[in-house]
């Protein structure tokens, strides 16, 4: 990935806001089916500084990947292990979906109300909205893939933990991502095939209010 630093401070705010909401929301589901272990170690916070881990955040311009400190909770504590982890595993691809409708939304009262005029003094603007609105549809999609430690593997691979090669699965898969992740970053290989999807909602969420493309 080239370092480009106009683009990184169009994609910063956005990345930071989702890692914050994503965190966040698990911290907050998690509360709410009754485990506190979050909240006492603060999570359950709006703070950018709780959620934010130090090395996850440099791979932003290092590698164009990221990731946050995740939330812990205590399985024990939940009154159904398995449809409140599911549920706290949900939290975040639902918060980033109203994320994502919400900047397009933003993006077509902008962009109806900017004159043709005035068009190219905004577009930087404009197409930093876009890419907030783009990157939460990817973060959306992306966290959807059952593939651990995404949210998809809790969602989706919860009711198979106890089986016994579930942890020599969760082991493999999580380094295994981490690899595929460093090579699409590099490379043009596109082995998470999420991309087009990514772009059809974005277009899609704006249509909703009447823009298109």
Known sequence: MNFDLSYIIQILPSIIMGLTLHEFSHAYMAYRCWDFTARDLGRVSLNPLKHIDPIGFIFIVLAWF?????????????????????????????????????FSLIFVIIANTISDTTLDRYAYFIDMIYYWIFINWWLFLFNLI????????????????NKPWYAGFYKFWTFALLWILLLESQTSLDILPIWILVRSLSELSLKLFGYSL
């Open 66 to 102: 990221w990731w946050a400190k995740p939330v812990s909770f205590n399985v024990y504590n939940l009154k159904d292990s398995d449809s409140d982890t599911i549920k706290i595993a949900s939290a975040w691809p639902l918060a980033n979906a109203i994320l994502a409708i919400a």
């Open 146 to 161: 059952p593939i651990p430690p995404l949210d998809g593997a809790h969602i989706f691979l919860t009711r198979f933990k």
